[in-house]
């Protein structure tokens, strides 16, 4: 459920999810349209007999600031500088990737102001912003290896290139940041191939 909320879906409030994954109450998701399907139950333990993405999603109204800075190798707390100046300005970010000396942030694209990007320019050295999209996969006992180079395959197939890419060590969702204008398609091929067709499930 945090997953869900943490890319805006407007069923589940970002803030709601997390009082019922603590007292231990689960949450099933029904839909409108079909009111006797039993629906998606969300547990806080749940694991998957099998390998499986189960919800594919995201937003096509995302933008990336990428701060590059030469004396990021190696120095304490770059990653801090950063956040302080997005608290101060109240954005939240919903997605980070990183190397030696860059640091991309994905951010809701109406949470971007000038006066962030000019916080960012005035301590850093260069700062980038592209309006981009961001596809998550959300899915159970996918820990495995070789889920994340399908989910790729299907994309690279299409032709679509994967500009930034995060999952954490608990491997419950993989991100994908993508070319706006190529949203749509890497939803449905990513839904077609890895949900429907159930192409590489175990």
Sequence with gaps: ???????????????ASKPLERAGINLRIKNTFDPLHPGTLITKDYVGKESKIEIIT????????E?????MVGQVGF?????????????SYIMKAT???SISLVIWENELSEDL???LEREFETVRVEYMAVVFLIGSNI???GVLAKAATVLAEKGINIHCISQSLRQVNMQFVIERDLYTEAVISLNRELCFNNRWVN
């Design 99 to 101: 190397n030696a000396n």
């Design 143 to 145: 820990a495995k290896p």
């Design 1 to 15: 459920a945090d997953q869900l909320a943490d890319v805006g879906m407007e069923a589940i409030h970002p803030k």
């Design 117 to 119: 990007v000019r916080g």
């Design 79 to 91: 990653d801090f500088e950063i956040m302080k100046i997005f608290k101060e300005h109240h954005v």
């Design 58 to 65: 995201g937003s096509d109204k995302v933008v990336v600031i």
């Design 67 to 71: 701060i590059h800075d030469a004396s």
